[in-house]
């Protein structure tokens, strides 16, 4: 049955999943706040910046105000980096009029409060303009949904309907989604993967091989298990999609921007630099403070966090993190 839903957040993500869901017949209102990417979007159906190869379904219709793009749909997909999750997610439930279903695919831990991304949705979205928070993670790199690859990811809720609605909402013959329950699991696994992908790309600018970059994910893996069943999560959740699924594609890409990142630290540049040549949001970076933060609260430990933390707060030396984190004590493989 076709829906409307609101994509708010033009970035090659958002613009990528709105392509899935005006392919799938879908109206689709795409929301962003700059005046000249959304006309670019309306008169050219192309997003030059985030996807430069892509044109657009002209179906796809821009929007900068929010209340147009949001009114009477039936779904909203929130794709704003984490840092805006809460401030748009304040702006859309001044406007919002009726009772959709709330999905977002954003990556990422807010700072200060360590809140998920849906902890901060349900704080700022009253009950009467949200049907549930629906969250859509695993490993996709826009530039290949872009252009059909096969992609499989996860629509996680703690109610089968609403995830079972959003599993039909976006699924077709090269977009295929599953249904999880453990949305704790879900979106920790897809924060702090970021973090992980920081420290393989290092690696690689460090020259080091394929035996590293199996290590790090490995025990890397091992540490966002730790931190996500403190939190309450299924360990089971942390070897599907939004797991080690999405921790393979986010470290052995080029088109990951915290891989990317990552790399240009083992280099030899500055955190500064690299962020600046990047131009786009490397969650990774702030989701590494926000992630060290709450594994000192909870007592966690997660040295290979703690050693990213010490390069990118610390102004720690790359390939000296890198050794002493290799000759600390010896300890035991299996965590639970």
């Known amino acids: 049955m076709k829906q409307k839903v609101a994509v708010l957040g033009p970035g090659s993500w958002g613009t990528a999943l709105a392509q899935v869901l005006a392919e799938n017949g879908h109206e689709v209102r795409l929301w962003g706040n700059n005046v ?45 980096p984490t840092k805006a999750i809460r401030s748009v997610a304040q702006e859309f439930s001044r406007v919002a009029e009726n009772q959709p279903v709330i999905i977002h695919a954003s990556k990422g831990l807010e700072q200060g409060s360590h809140k998920r991304i849906s902890e901060v949705l349900t704080e700022e979205i009253a009950e009467e303009h949200r049907k549930g928070v629906v969250v859509l993670s695993g490993p996709s790199h826009a530039e290949e949904v872009a252009v059909h690859d096969i992609t499989t990811i996860t629509a996680a809720c703690g109610d ?23 949305v704790i699991g879900v979106e920790t696994g897809a924060a702090l993967k970021n973090i992980i992908a920081l420290g393989a790309g290092a690696l690689h600018g460090l020259s080091y091989g394929d035996d590293a970059k199996a290590a790090i994910m490995t025990r890397g893996l091992a540490e966002i298990s730790r931190l ?11 070897i599907g999609l939004s797991g080690v699924g999405d921790l393979i594609v986010t470290c052995t890409s080029v088109h990951s921007r915290n891989w990317r990142a990552g790399n240009l630290l083992g280099k030899g540049h500055k955190l500064d630099e690299v962020l600046e040549n990047m131009g786009m949001i490397v969650e990774g970076v702030s989701t590494t403070k926000a992630a060290k933060e709450l594994a000192d609260r909870l007592d966690v430990s997660m040295p290979i966090t703690e050693t990213i933390y010490d390069v990118l707060y610390n102004d720690k030396d790359v390939r000296e993190a890198c050794r002493e984190l290799m000759t600390r004590e010896g300890t035991f493989e299996n965590e639970f």
Do not use: S
């Open 36 to 80: 000249a990417q959304i006309n670019e979007i309306n008169t050219y159906h192309t997003n030059r910046h985030y996807l430069p190869d892509l044109k657009i379904p002209a179906t796809i219709k821009g929007e900068t105000e929010l209340k147009a793009a949001v009114k009477d749909v039936d779904a909203v997909l929130f794709v704003v």
């Open 160 to 182: 089968k309907k609403l995830a079972e609605y959003v599993q039909k909402l976006f699924m077709n013959d090269y977009f295929r989604i599953y249904t999880n329950p453990d």
């Open 228 to 238: 996500g069943v403190a939190m309450g999560a299924n360990p089971l959740t942390f």
